[in-house]
């Protein structure tokens, strides 16, 4: 493998590739790499400068780090978007062409089969397949949506660049394999992302945090050392007649001796259940009594 060296890495994917056919497919890869090509010319980038790596719907581009990042980021905001207005122009509604795009910046090594390797790369692909950026394309009336690593926003954006504005790009959090990853979107967050985003969800929900839950009176949620499995048995309400107030709660069955205010309830069976006591009962001193009898 040759030792790795600092490349910004461009991924554009087209969206929902493999809901169409054979000859759709092939003319939107035209498409794709007349687009690519004619963004990186206008920002000065010839082929000298970039190597390609082709992952049939999406492109994969490593530019010399000589290479001047603001003027590919301004060829992505403002070429990419006229092109796919000119191309779409002119295609069926199956050929319409809709990208996700992906700028970042890293160190890339090349192993002996030609094949690219590092972390950088393998985030820059995890941004790419967030859920995040495939929300945002699909809100939008336009045909691209783009986002840039934090490295990237922080090193080049965030400075405010002539036809780079920073005001312009906001921050998401994706999850991924590699955990959170901190990008910037150009444009508007999607509506998943209200209250913050962990891979298109929300802020809350991505903690574990889903705060308190209303059952009503469905009896859900899951009982008092319990196993959450069966509904929280009803507890009558108070104030109302017992006729009104359902079922009363499961008594509780005692084995052995139970003492009542000094007395003692023992016997064969001693049950309580809701306001019975049944069984053989004897209360202090008093003697015994059975069912039905008075003192």
Wanted: aromatic letters at 4%; charged letters at 25%; hydrophobic letters at 35%.
């Amino acid at each position: 493998m040759t030792h790795p060296v600092s490349r910004t890495i461009l991924l554009l994917d087209i969206e929902r590739f493999s809901d169409r056919d054979d000859v759709e497919q092939a003319y939107l890869r035209r498409m794709l790499y007349d687009i690519t090509d004619r963004a990186l010319e206008s920002a000065g980038i010839d082929e000298t400068l970039r190597l390609r790596a082709d992952r049939g719907d999406s492109v994969m581009e490593l530019i010399d780090a000589g290479a001047p990042v603001t003027q590919l980021l301004r060829a992505l905001l403002t070429e990419v978007p006229v092109q796919l207005r000119a191309v779409n122009r002119m295609a069926s509604s199956s050929a319409q062409i809709r990208l996700r795009g992906v700028v970042a910046a890293g160190w890339v090594g090349i192993d002996e089969r030609g094949g690219w390797v590092g972390s950088d790369l393998n985030h820059a692909c995890r941004l790419l397949d967030a859920q995040l950026l495939r929300a945002a394309l699909r809100e939008r009336s336009d045909d691209f949506a783009l986002c840039v690593s934090d490295a990237l926003y922080g090193g080049v954006v965030r400075h405010d660049h002539p036809g780079v504005a920073a005001a312009e790009f906001h921050a998401m959090t994706v999850d991924s394999k590699n955990g959170p990853l901190r990008a910037w979107l150009h444009g508007p967050l999607p509506a998943c992302a209200a209250g913050g985003d962990r891979g298109g969800r929300g802020a809350a929900e991505s903690r574990g945090d889903r705060g308190p839950e209303d059952h009503g009176d469905t009896g859900a949620g899951e009982a008092s050392g319990g196993s959450g499995d069966r509904p929280t048995p009803r507890v009558p309400e108070q104030g109302r007649p017992a006729s009104d107030r359902g079922a009363p709660a499961p008594g509780t069955v005692f084995g052995g001796a139970l003492t009542i205010g000094g007395g003692t309830v023992s016997g064969d069976q001693n049950n309580i259940t809701g306001n019975r006591i049944s069984g053989d009962v004897n209360i202090g001193s008093g003697g015994t009594r059975r069912r039905g009898e008075t003192a």
